[in-house]
């Protein structure tokens, strides 16, 4: 009846993966709050916003698996029939934000290191590479990319012990056996597809965006550290003030982002290497993924405190929202007992 690979899985996936989650929905959620602010649309707050919303998501996919490592949860029979029907859907639906998001990040990366060293050839791109023509493009084609994910296993469920005990075996639609000794009812071309299809994922969703990350991430902090020097209080920024005052914000902009994306490179790229290693050996990954697993959503936990850190306007800002929120609460509660 367990749902664990082994007590290893279980001890990393069941218990340090939910608390990881709550705290990086309710972090994103934060931080979605406050670069939604209508006086803080800019370009690079709503792809880091949109970040925050691919996060989420990928938090609230992963719980079920979490939730699978429960003796309260393998042993119900609704649960096992959700997780049976569904698993494979909801890993889909994991890659598929996974690799959204790790576009995004490299999106995010280029458009800051774009903007600090050519500021002016992002005017005359900024038409037609809107965020929200940019996100469509990543969130379509990580789709395509990931879709076979959806299609590549078919599965058999069967009930034993009177009904009370559900069971799910799966086979790749490629295996040479199947259910009942039977010969595989699916075509060559669903065959090639499922053999083709992590290969090219592996490549254009894992290394291909990793890679580029880590090499623009590392353009990013050099630049930064030359442009440091700008902003030392012995030496001052010649000509039109207004144009200091932007290029500074821009900087602290460019702190946070890199921030953000550095903590992505060190938290997705053993996960990205061990999922690019697994396409190509077959081999038991089970504890080694579960680390991986536990690294990629730290990261994504991480945000907001990373914001917290690097931004004094992103905590000026929460801090002035939150009080808001508190006085229009407390303003309610007292109109409401004053009609009382």
């Given at each position: 009846?367990?749902?664990?690979?082994?007590?290893?899985?279980?001890?990393?996936?069941?218990?340090?993966?939910?608390?990881?989650?709550?705290?990086?929905?309710?972090?994103?959620?934060?931080?979605l709050?406050?670069?939604?602010?209508?006086?803080?649309?800019?370009?690079?707050?709503?792809?880091?916003?949109?970040?925050?919303?691919?996060?989420?998501?990928?938090?609230?996919?992963?719980?079920?698996?979490?939730?699978?490592?429960?003796?309260m949860?393998?042993?119900?029979?609704?649960?096992?029939?959700?997780?049976?029907?569904?698993?494979?859907?909801?890993?889909?639906v994991?890659?598929?934000s996974?690799?959204?998001?790790?576009?995004?990040?490299?999106?995010?990366?280029?458009?800051?290191?774009?903007?600090?060293k050519y500021?002016?050839?992002?005017?005359?791109?900024?038409?037609?590479?809107?965020?929200?023509?940019?996100?469509?493009?990543?969130?379509?084609?990580?789709?395509?990319?990931?879709?076979?994910?959806?299609?590549?296993?078919?599965?058999?469920?069967?009930?034993?012990?009177?009904?009370?005990?559900?069971h799910?075996?799966?086979?790749?639609?490629?295996?040479?056996?199947?259910?009942?000794?039977?010969?595989?009812?699916?075509?060559?071309?669903?065959?090639?597809?499922?053999?083709?299809?992590?290969?090219?994922?592996?490549?254009?969703?894992?290394?291909?965006?990793?890679?580029?990350?880590?090499?623009?991430?590392?353009?990013?902090?050099?630049?930064?550290r030359q442009?440091?020097?700008?902003?030392?209080?012995?030496?001052?920024?010649?000509?039109?003030?207004?144009?200091?005052?932007?290029?500074?914000?821009?900087?602290?902009v460019?702190?946070?982002?890199?921030?953000?994306?550095?903590?992505?490179?060190?938290?997705?790229?053993?996960?990205?290497?061990?999922?690019?290693?697994?396409?190509?050996?077959?081999?038991?990954?089970?504890?080694?993924?579960?680390?991986?697993?536990?690294?990629?959503?730290?990261?994504?936990?991480?945000?907001?405190?990373?914001?917290?850190?690097?931004?004094?306007?992103?905590?000026?800002?929460?801090?002035?929202?939150?009080?808001?929120?508190?006085?229009r609460?407390?303003?309610?509660?007292?109109?409401?007992?004053a009609?009382?």
């Amino acid at each position: 009846m367990s749902l664990s690979v082994n007590s290893t899985e279980g001890v990393l996936i069941g218990t340090v993966i939910p608390i990881l989650v709550l705290f990086g929905i309710s972090g994103n959620i934060l931080n979605l709050t406050v670069l939604l602010a209508p006086n803080l649309r800019t370009r690079s707050n709503q792809l880091l916003a949109c970040l925050a919303v691919a996060d989420i998501v990928s938090l609230i996919v992963i719980l079920p698996h979490s939730m699978a490592h429960y003796e309260m949860f393998e042993t119900a029979l609704w649960f096992r029939k959700f997780y049976g029907m569904y698993k494979l859907h909801i890993m889909a639906v994991t890659n598929w934000s996974i690799a959204t998001a790790t576009w995004l990040v490299f999106v995010i990366c280029l458009e800051r290191l774009i903007i600090i060293k050519y500021p002016l050839s992002v005017r005359k791109q900024a038409k037609f590479f809107t965020p929200r023509n940019v996100v469509t493009i990543i969130v379509a084609t990580a789709f395509v990319l990931t879709s076979y994910n959806h299609v590549s296993h078919s599965c058999a469920a069967k009930l034993f012990c009177n009904g009370t005990q559900y069971h799910v075996a799966c086979l790749q639609i490629d295996s040479e056996r199947w259910f009942r000794n039977e010969p595989n009812p699916n075509s060559e071309f669903m065959k090639s597809l499922v053999r083709i299809a992590p290969q090219v994922n592996a490549i254009f969703v894992v290394l291909i965006p990793v890679v580029l990350v880590i090499i623009f991430n590392v353009m990013l902090i050099l630049t930064l550290r030359q442009r440091q020097k700008l902003f030392e209080p012995s030496k001052t920024i010649r000509g039109d003030l207004q144009y200091g005052s932007q290029a500074k914000t821009e900087h602290k902009v460019t702190i946070t982002v890199t921030a953000i994306v550095t903590c992505f490179t060190i938290t997705q790229s053993p996960s990205a290497f061990v999922t690019f290693l697994s396409s190509y050996i077959h081999r038991d990954w089970v504890t080694l993924s579960a680390i991986c697993t536990i690294l990629v959503v730290l990261g994504k936990a991480l945000n907001f405190v990373l914001f917290c850190l690097s931004s004094a306007s992103f905590r000026q800002r929460l801090l002035m929202q939150t009080k808001q929120g508190i006085m229009r609460k407390s303003t309610r509660y007292t109109s409401v007992a004053a009609h009382v």
